[in-house]
């Protein structure tokens, strides 16, 4: 990354998020304290559409490895090859937001966004699956021990909308599952028809669950 990209992103952690950088190491990364005053290795990216494995590999081949992963700007998509082997190296990525959340953490490595980690973990748990694994960083291939994988992208919508639908099409490009983001609004007919135009179903966490079960 840039050194002017990893300075913009260090004026920010302070201005902006309150947070002290200590120092930078020799590849460049951000030395930030945390609350309890430990410190932290936080490194800087700046892809502009997916970030892939090939991304995030590098930035861990130093002497100095990072645990948290900021990309500039935020609304690339990180593609789940990097962020299953970010996780796998014990680090967390995320906004300049969540880097101050990390920060509050006795190992800011561990933080996960706490929505996509209830999902997670909830399908993670369920006894019709044995494996869970990122395809972006809002949708999940869920492995079956009876029936195939699915495919579950997460739709932020309060009335969930066939427009919705579509535009995670788009986004994700194939899935089984669009599941409603909360518990609270609904799913409309148009956003059921529109999903299972495409073979997919529209459904809400608890319709999730049993879906699992079956094959």
């Not at 995320?94 to 990390?102: D, F, H, K, M, N």
């Not at 995670?168 to 409603?180: E, Q, V």
Request: proline fraction near 3%.
């Amino acid at each position: 990354m840039s050194n002017s990209a990893t300075n913009w992103v260090a004026d920010k952690l302070v201005t902006k998020e309150g947070l002290d950088i200590v120092e930078r190491t020799p590849e460049d990364f951000l030395v930030v304290k945390t609350k309890g005053g430990d410190s932290f290795i936080v490194a800087v990216l700046g892809v502009q559409n997916i970030i892939e494995l090939s991304d995030v590999e590098p930035l861990f081949a130093g002497a100095n490895k990072p645990q948290f992963v900021v990309n500039i700007p935020s609304k690339a998509r990180w593609s789940g090859a990097a962020i299953n082997y970010v996780h796998a190296a014990s680090a967390a990525f995320g906004t300049l937001r969540e880097v101050a959340q990390a920060s509050y953490y006795h190992d800011p490595g561990c933080y996960r966004e706490k929505n996509m980690d209830f999902y997670f973990t909830a399908m993670n748990q369920h006894s019709h699956v044995s494996c869970v694994s990122y395809v972006y960083e809002t949708a999940f291939k869920v492995d079956r021990k009876f029936g195939p994988s699915l495919i579950v992208a997460i739709i932020d919508a309060y009335n969930m909308s066939a427009e919705d639908v579509r535009n995670a099409k788009k986004y994700y490009g194939h899935f089984d599952i669009a599941l409603k983001s909360t518990s609270y609004g609904s799913i409309t007919s148009q956003a059921d028809a529109a999903a299972k135009s495409m073979g997919a179903e529209a459904l809400m966490l608890g319709e999730l669950m049993s879906r699992l079960a079956k094959k």
